[in-house]
């Protein structure tokens, strides 16, 4: 897999989850988030464990389980994490993964 266009969110981009919880409210217009395209968010859940999430990453992103840990543990405290911001075709294959597993994540422009 080619991550040339893409961003791993392992330094910064968490926002706090929305107030309604749900993957669906709509962003806040005023987040400021580095890179271009389309970002991935990871939503915290209570059916998968943490072990789970961390392969799902793993396998979606191509990355270490050290950084599928810190994306996991992001979403796990604040309620969501930005996984990635690439282009549209890589964020869509991304989402597909995680949410093959029953993860919940939402693909929106940066």
């Given at each position: 897999?080619?991550?040339?266009?893409?961003?791993?969110?392992?330094?910064?981009?968490?926002?706090?989850?929305?107030?309604?919880?749900?993957?669906?409210?709509?962003p806040n217009p005023e987040e400021n988030t580095p890179?271009?395209?389309?970002?991935?968010?990871?939503?915290?859940?209570?059916?998968?464990?943490?072990?789970?999430?961390?392969?799902?990453?793993?396998?979606?992103?191509?990355?270490?389980?050290?950084?599928?840990?810190?994306?996991?543990?992001?979403?796990?405290?604040?309620?969501?994490?930005?996984?990635?911001?690439?282009?549209?075709?890589?964020?869509?294959?991304?989402?597909?993964i995680l949410r093959s597993s029953g993860l919940q994540v939402r693909v929106e422009p940066v």
């Amino acid at each position: 897999m080619n991550l040339s266009n893409t961003t791993l969110a392992c330094l910064g981009g968490h926002e706090p989850p929305h107030p309604e919880g749900s993957p669906e409210a709509s962003p806040n217009p005023e987040e400021n988030t580095p890179g271009e395209g389309w970002r991935v968010i990871l939503y915290n859940d209570d059916f998968h464990t943490m072990d789970e999430v961390v392969d799902q990453l793993v396998l979606a992103l191509d990355c270490s389980i050290d950084l599928a840990a810190v994306l996991m543990l992001r979403a796990h405290s604040t309620g969501r994490s930005i996984v990635a911001i690439t282009t549209r075709q890589e964020a869509d294959r991304i989402a597909i993964i995680l949410r093959s597993s029953g993860l919940q994540v939402r693909v929106e422009p940066v």
